[in-house]
């Protein structure tokens, strides 16, 4: 039995494994020339993070990445903010003395326009009387165009209605010939320069007169005179 179970031990093919070599030497000892090394694998691309649903239950919704303002930014902004306001305040000065500006300059043509209104008085009554002519009448015609250039307007004209702002009544008469209370004659003109009333108008005014209804039962008088013409 042990010769026929070595003869089966020896007809078996023996089992070999391959041998594998690596040559790790950075030189060919072939060639002497520097080996180059294999580039590695590249690494697996990182899935990608799944899309964000949104903050869940207690997690802050404040994105970490915007820092907070500096000391310079916020400092920054308070001057930006005080420059806005003096920008401003500085806008509604100047309107102010613009607006004063005007009022002044108004007031002082005003002032020397209020001085010529007696001048205007004498030139009103010579030309009432035919005494307004040549040179003279030439002259007062410039005075009052320039006058009237620079905002002075005369009023009071007979016909216009009364108003006690801007007249001075110093007659008083009833007609039934007016509706209401009316300038019927003008003493002296008035005038005003631009919205600022220099001097009233001295005038007379008329008021409505009704006439006198007939008593019930009577004729008016003017019938009574005709029946009595007749008889």
């Not at 613009?98 to 009103?124: G, H, I, Q, T």
């Not at 108003?163 to 003008?186: F, I, L």
């Not at 001097?199 to 005014?205: F, I, K, M």
């Amino acid at each position: 039995m042990t010769g026929r179970h070595s003869n089966e031990i020896d007809e078996q093919e023996p089992v070999t494994e391959p041998l594998v070599v690596r040559d790790r030497r950075k030189i060919d000892p072939e060639t002497g020339q520097v080996r180059t090394q294999p580039e590695a694998a590249e690494a697996p691309a990182a899935e990608a993070p799944a899309a964000h649903a949104g903050p869940s239950l207690g997690e802050s919704i404040v994105d970490e990445a915007v820092a907070a303002p500096s000391e310079v930014e916020k400092e920054l902004a308070e001057r930006t903010a005080d420059l806005q306001r003096l920008q401003a305040e500085f806008a509604n000065y100047r309107k102010r003395v613009d607006r004063d500006r005007e009022a002044v300059v108004s007031a002082a043509k005003a002032s020397v326009v209020n001085e010529l209104l007696p001048l205007l008085d004498d030139f009103e009554r010579a030309e009432q009387h035919g005494d307004l002519t040549g040179a003279f009448k030439a002259v007062a015609d410039k005075l009052v165009a320039s006058l009237q250039r620079i905002g002075l307007e005369p009023f009071g004209t007979e016909g216009e209605p009364f108003d006690p702002s801007v007249h001075e009544a110093v007659q008083h008469n009833t007609s039934p010939e007016v509706s209401g209370p009316t300038v019927t004659t003008v003493l002296r003109r008035g005038y005003r320069f631009g919205d600022r009333t220099l001097r009233a108008a001295l005038v007379g005014v008329t008021d409505h007169e009704p006439g006198e209804a007939p008593v019930e039962g009577e004729l008016p008088v003017e019938q009574l005179s005709d029946e009595n013409a007749q008889q």
